[in-house]
């Protein structure tokens, strides 16, 4: 939370609005009857909210840009049912404001230096000589403050900083459940790919401020990028077992499921079908969860339809295992 401001997603209808946002988009648009106004989205931690200004924008819209941070008064409308902010006043952040785009950055609410330990700690549990080596090349000081930073995607599950490791550290955790009830699944192997498979959204998202896809991510995907990292790094190993690099790099490759998911090729090993699951079942439960706190505040108990889940999503009062959240997941 910036200074004493109040998170955006706790305001309600009517609430007066006077914080200090990051503008993560922005353009002008018509009316129906053809007037021009600038329609942005903006955000703070806990959420994003869309927002108008209908008369005098012309001076802020030549300077805004996504990854702004204004200063904006307005109020908290609804427009469909849904919150919106009317502004009324918008201007650019100064120096003398003394804010910064990283505060207005959702994050994670585990504990950033527990999960890196965690990470560290299921690395030294890999058994194989190569793969334990290349789990800890591949994680290099500098490639794994990057991981440790990044968020999972852009919007639609862990995008937050911190959200790729947390992410992966619950895909690894369902793993290793599969491989206590299915003893024919090479662990080493499905952690291993576990662990790597999102590597490459180091390098396919910018998130220093907004979250948007670098040229890197645009042109080659977090896919590629991953398996390209990973096969380098496997040829400085010597004697590193061709059948394992295969393996290794169609877990990679196929983590997606789909043809149609940007998966160059399907899952076709024990590893491969059990670890696109787990990223199936970590993404969608985050997302789903993160869809029903941010749009059920207040009285409402469902969200709006949501295109990508195909549904909208029914929030019960039946509560849940909030007791263990400050558990690591390997508790």
């Given at each position: ?34 007037k021009?106004?600038?329609s ?86 890999i ?69 790597m ?51 290794l ?31 199936e ?24 339809f ?26």
């Amino acid at each position: 939370m910036v200074r004493d401001q109040k998170n955006i997603i706790d305001l309600t209808k009517g609430e007066p609005i006077d914080h200090f946002l990051l503008v993560t988009r922005y353009e002008t648009r018509n009316t129906k009857t053809g007037k021009d106004f600038l329609s942005l989205e903006l955000s703070d931690q806990s959420s994003a909210l869309p927002a108008n200004l209908w008369e005098n924008f012309e001076n802020i819209s030549a300077k805004v840009q996504n990854g702004s941070i204004v200063k904006v008064k307005g109020t908290i409308e609804e427009w469909q049912g849904s919150p919106q902010i009317r502004i009324n006043s918008i201007r650019l952040a100064d120096d003398k404001d003394n804010v910064r785009a990283d505060d207005f950055l959702p994050r994670s609410k585990r504990d950033i230096n527990l999960m890196m330990t965690e990470f560290r700690d299921r690395i030294s549990k890999i058994e194989n000589p190569y793969l334990k080596n290349l789990a800890g090349n591949v994680f290099n000081e500098e490639r794994f403050g990057k991981f440790s930073r990044a968020p999972a995607g852009k919007s639609w599950h862990h995008g937050y900083i911190h959200g790729l490791i947390e992410h992966t550290l619950e895909i690894i955790r369902i793993c290793d459940l599969m491989c206590d009830i299915h003893p024919e699944i090479n662990r080493d192997l499905l952690i291993s790919g576990a662990m790597m498979h999102d590597l490459g959204k180091i390098s396919e998202l910018n998130y220093d401020s907004v979250f948007e896809y670098t040229d890197e991510g645009k042109l080659l995907g977090h896919i590629v990028i991953a398996s390209i990292i990973i096969d380098d790094e496997i040829k400085k190993i010597t004697g590193f077992p061709d059948e394992l690099r295969k393996n290794l790099i169609h877990l990679i490759l196929s983590h997606q499921g789909k043809l149609e998911y940007a998966s160059p090729v399907v899952p076709k090993t024990l590893e491969a079908i059990t670890l696109y699951q787990a990223d199936e079942l970590s993404a969608k439960t985050n997302a789903y969860k993160n869809a029903i706190l941010s749009q059920t505040a207040g009285e409402g108990n469902w969200t709006k339809f949501i295109t990508l889940a195909q549904t909208d999503l029914h929030k019960h009062n039946l509560g849940g295992n909030e007791g263990n959240q400050n558990k690591t997941l390997f508790d």
